[in-house]
C-alpha cells in the first residue's frame, strides 16, 4: 500500500458460534461518574403553589420600586406580606434584610422572604429593580441564614 491509500476493511465472516448482541444499559448516575450533574428536580407542588404568589410579590414590589422614593425594611415586608395577600395566602413568616449597613449607609439591595408550605418566596429590590424567586426553606425553618436585625 503507497502513502495516501486506504486499507479496505476486513470482511465480516460467518460462523457458526452465536453472534453477540448489544445490550441496552442505563446511562451513568452521577453518583458514579462526578464529571456528570444531576438534572434539577422537577418542580414540586409546593413549588407551584408558590408560583403564584412569588408573581404577587413581584407585583408588589414592583409598585413600590416605581413610587421612585426611599425604599426601606419597612416598605419591603409591607409588600411581601401584601403580595401573599393578594395571592391569597398567608406567610408563615415573613423576614426582610437590613437597610442600612453597620456603618450608617444605605445598601445597595433589600430582600424579604415569606414562608409558605415548607418555601421561602424570596422578593429583592436592588436600584429600582424587581426579582422575585422561590427557593426551598432553610433545615432551620427559615428562609436567611444568620440575624438580619
Known sequence: MTTGEAEAAPAPQESGADVATPSVSSPPSPSSDPGLTAAPPLPSSSDRDAAPVAASVRSALQGLADSGGTVTREDVGAAIEQGFADAGAVPELVEVS????????????????????????????????????????LASGGCFVGDQR
Open 98 to 137: 437590613i437597610d442600612r449597613t453597620p456603618t450608617g449607609l444605605d445598601v445597595d439591595a433589600i430582600q424579604g422572604a415569606g414562608l409558605v408550605a415548607g418555601r421561602c418566596v424570596f422578593g429583592e429590590v436592588r436600584e429600582g429593580v424587581v426579582s422575585a424567586v422561590v427557593l426551598p426553606a
